[in-house]
């Protein structure tokens, strides 16, 4: 009996060791690209497309919803093209050519964790374009999406310690944002947007949130050596 305890628990250590193993390789990204140009719109979308997990599951469940922001994209600029051509055609005034275009940059990608925030950015007729970047941060072990708070120890203060980097950064260039911007930063939800690069972890704030469309999507990274203390121990190290 001792002996097939033995060989069991043996056993479970080979399988805990393959699988913790397999979960620290690096995943593949690959890009899956759609482009086109017709009467309504220019179409540029570059895709990421995820393989070598061993969570089938977690796999299809990210390149559903990877491909779903690009493809939601396409669609909603297309929705406003025809009712854009429509108007013009009625008014007679020219019709300018829509865009929906994305891309997207593998940040992190590894100690279990796949960051991919996917930029995506339409023009629809107006006097510039938008872009909106969306943050896509996931946990090899279970296959879930990570929200800022999912990083960190319960009961740590990691919210504050954000928030103070961030505010220092501001403060550097403070004639570059809006009156309200440090108000904005104090009341930092719980989903707040970020991706993880091997620095650390980048926060960053939308067009218009905080400073003007020409300053830009704001991003502030915050170095692990500072959030280390506060972070779980398989995400930090």
Known sequence: MKILLKQRNIW???LMLFILTAYSHPLTVTTKQMKYTNELMEVDL?????SGSVNPSFQRQVN???????????RQVEKEAHENMAISKKEGFPYRL??????YEVTYNQRGILSIPVKLYSY?????GMTVKVPNN?????????QLGDLFKKGTNYKQVIKEEIIAQIKKENDLYFDNALAIVQ???????????KGGIVVYYGLYEIAPYAAGIREFLIPFSTLRPYMKIKLAR
Request: no cysteine; net charge positive; hydrophobic share 40%.
């Open 12 to 14: 479970m250590m080979v």
């Open 46 to 50: 570059n895709i990421p497309i995820v």
């Open 64 to 74: 559903r919803l990877l491909r779903k922001e690009s493809l939601d994209l396409k």
């Open 98 to 103: 829509h865009a929906a275009v994305s891309n």
């Open 124 to 128: 629809t007729g107006g006097a510039h």
């Open 138 to 146: 996931f946990d090899f072990y279970t296959g879930k999406s990570l």
């Open 187 to 197: 009341n930092m939800p719980n989903d707040q947007p970020y991706y993880m690069t």
